[in-house]
């Protein structure tokens, strides 16, 4: 017969304790009999068991399924259409074992326990045993578990369950209970620096205790406030070895013990450690390192020069220095250095040695200084602090505004450079520049000096031909006009050297005999000391006459000079012989200021002299 309907209606699946799931149905009509059917993937299902008598039978238990599995079932009576599908997960397996372990030095509890199958994720329960709500956390599926940071001294209950594949939690284990232990101390160390004392220090790590307890060999030593950390066991015998370990209480909690550590008294410090250089410049070394203990009265540090020098003891320390600096050390030099520890009882060893080369002084010299030398000449000095065969001194200059450019690199010992082939002084137009130099070593650079600014003098041209003669045989020549800008002789002003040949060639390489210069100049109030000098040998020794100008009457003045002296003998000449002049215009303080208009110069050609006269 073919199938009919209405089919059954399957309702909810129940899950059981046991692992079994339990399930019922309705229909509408009688029908003989029914098969089970069930699958593990929702989709190829087969039949598990036969109902006859259907109408007497309408629920079913499934006690073949397996702990945290899915399983989907249906129902399907002989000729009736088959049912719907439901699905549900067993539950997981109960959890078993369950132990708790209190964890020394820790507020922490250690959980262990079997489980009964497999999970997806565990549930783990905490409370505190007089409080009546459970705190949770679900964790990775485990058999084990670290419950951290609980209260000292409180006594905690745990139950611990599977959470399965669906969601499903199984059976609950029992629950445990545990106390929580004070935190113990740790790191418990004991030194000795003098022949009757012993020194105890710990980290405390209780926040609960109301003490600490102190045994020596076994007995009650003392009892420290909480959160003391150290403690001075005075006296104790010269050489003896006492054993000591320390624990926290409050009342009659107590926490576990430390490590039981011995120390015999008057023995010497230990030795320093991680000595290491932690800087260095030209002059200056820095040093650094790690205590053993805290117990030395001294640290010595040594020093030598080169790895095969003689080790000096460069100074004593007091002992809980960790660090210090070596200064006034020469630049360019490898230092070594070593450590002890010393106390009254005795010495440690030796640390082993550091070393570091000092860096090259290269600090910029602060005498820095630029002078004039001549229209064309500056002459840059400096005193160096540290002198070096390596060492050399980058000049750089510039004009002002300009950019910089490096115009020479010195003798490792130099102490001055001459810059030559510069333009004249001319007022805010040319011969003005601006100079700093560095030090440096290998591709080491130093820092800049200040900058300097100097110029030149101011320079002339060949005196030239005027349009007018005198009589006598004396010739005027006057400075070229476009020098507008050097005719304050605040400055010097030089001319070029000339010979007067181009009045006549046949002057050229005669000798000419200078008796007078005659200066114009502008009047001014303010009176001025005025030099003019003449030179017949390249500018090396000057024929010179001074005379105070700028009392004249009207709106320009012209003074006469002449009667120079000698440079050798200081006498008056009345006329300085030559074959090539250089005049130079100066005033004997820069505080004046006199413009000049022209400069006259008065000559004989030949033997034949006229005698002006030494006045005036």
């Known amino acids: 017969m073919a199938d009919q309907s209405p089919a059954p209606i399957l309702g909810t699946i129940d899950i059981l304790a046991d692992g079994s799931l339990h399930f019922h149905w309705s229909y509408w009509e009688e029908w003989p009999d029914a098969s089970i059917q069930r699958s593990e993937d929702g989709v190829h299902f087969y039949t598990i068991d036969t109902l006859v008598n259907g109408p007497d039978n309408q629920k079913y238990t499934d006690t073949s399924t397996a702990l945290n ?15 719907n599908v439901e699905n549900e997960w067993t539950y997981p397996g109960a959890v078993t074992g369950l132990t708790a372990t209190k964890q020394d030095e820790l507020a922490d509890v250690s959980l262990e326990w079997t489980n009964g199958s497999t999970g997806s994720q565990t549930t783990i329960y905490w409370k505190k045993h007089t409080d009546s709500s459970w705190t949770h956390a679900h964790i990775t599926f485990s058999d084990s578990a670290l419950i951290e940071d609980l209260d000292e001294g409180v006594e905690y209950d745990f139950k611990v369950a599977i959470l399965g594949n669906g969601a499903v939690e199984g059976v609950q284990s029992a629950v445990v209970s545990a106390t929580v232990d004070l935190i113990a101390p740790t790191l418990l160390e004991a030194h000795s620096n003098t022949s009757t004392i012993i020194h105890l220090t710990w980290s405390d790590n209780s926040g609960f205790e109301t003490g ?19 403690y001075l066991d ?46 260095y410049t030209f002059g200056q070394i820095d040093l650094d390192w790690t205590l053993a203990d805290i117990y030395a009265d001294y640290i010595d540090v040594y020093q030598r020069i080169t790895g095969t020098g003689e080790w000096v003891l460069l100074s004593s320390l007091p002992g809980d220095t960790v660090a210090v600096s070596v200064a006034g050390l020469d630049p360019v030099t490898d230092y070594y250095y070593k450590l002890r520890a ?78 030559g082939g510069l333009s004249p002084y001319i007022v805010g137009v040319q011969g003005t520049y601006v100079y ?8 080491t650079d130093g820092s800049y000096t200040a900058e300097v600014t100097e ?25 070229a006009d476009d020098l507008v800008g050097a005719r304050e002789i605040t400055r010097e002003w030089y001319s070029k050297e000339f010979d007067f040949s181009n009045l006549d060639p046949k002057f050229f390489h005669t000798w000419k005999f200078v008796d ?101």
Request: proline share 5%; with cysteine; charged share 20%.
């Open 212 to 230: 600490v307890e102190i045994y020596r060999d076994g007995e009650l030593l003392t009892t420290v406030a909480a959160d003391v950390e150290s």
């Open 455 to 479: 110029s030149t003098k101011s320079s002339g041209t060949v005196p030239e031909r005027q349009d007018a003669f005198f009589a006598m045989g004396q010739y005027l020549c006057l400075m």
């Open 342 to 419: 010393r106390n009254t009882s005795g010495q440690s060893p030796e640390t082993g040695t550091v070393d570091a080369v000092t860096d090259p002084n290269l600090t910029p010299p602060d005498d820095f200084a630029v002078t004039v030398i001549s229209d064309s000449q500056l002459e840059l000095t400096w005193t160096p602090d540290w002198e070096d065969d390596v060492l050399v001194w980058e000049v750089e200059r510039k004009i002002p505004g300009g950019a910089w450019e490096a115009i020479e690199t010195t003798d490792p010992l130099a102490h001055s450079y001459l810059d």
């Open 234 to 279: 005075d006296p104790v015998v010269y050489t003896q070895t006492y054993a000591y370990k320390i624990r926290a209480i409050k009342g009659a909690v107590v926490s576990a013990w430390t490590a039981e550590v011995e120390c015999t008294a008057g023995v010497a410090p230990g030795v320093p450690t991680d000595l290491a250089v932690d800087d």
């Open 516 to 616: 007078r210069i005659q200066l114009e100049y502008e009047n001014t109030a303010s009176q001025v000391s005025v030099t003019v000098g003449i030179s017949t040998d390249y500018g090396v020794t000057w024929f010179e006459k001074t005379k105070v100008l700028g009392d004249a009457s009207g709106g320009s003045a012209i003074k006469d000079f002449r009667g120079f002296v000698h440079p050798t003998t200081g006498l008056v000449v009345p006329c300085v012989p030559g074959v090539y002049f250089i005049i130079r215009i100066k005033c004997s303080s820069s505080s004046g200021d006199l413009p000049w208009t022209g400069a006259y110069i008065w000559f004989d050609q030949g033997a034949e002299h006229f005698d002006t006269g030494l006045q005036d």
């Open 69 to 83: 599995t899915r399983y989907w079932y249906r129902i399907k009576p002989m000729n009736y259409k088959v049912s």
């Open 436 to 443: 700093r130099i560095r030090g440096v070593y290998g591709t």
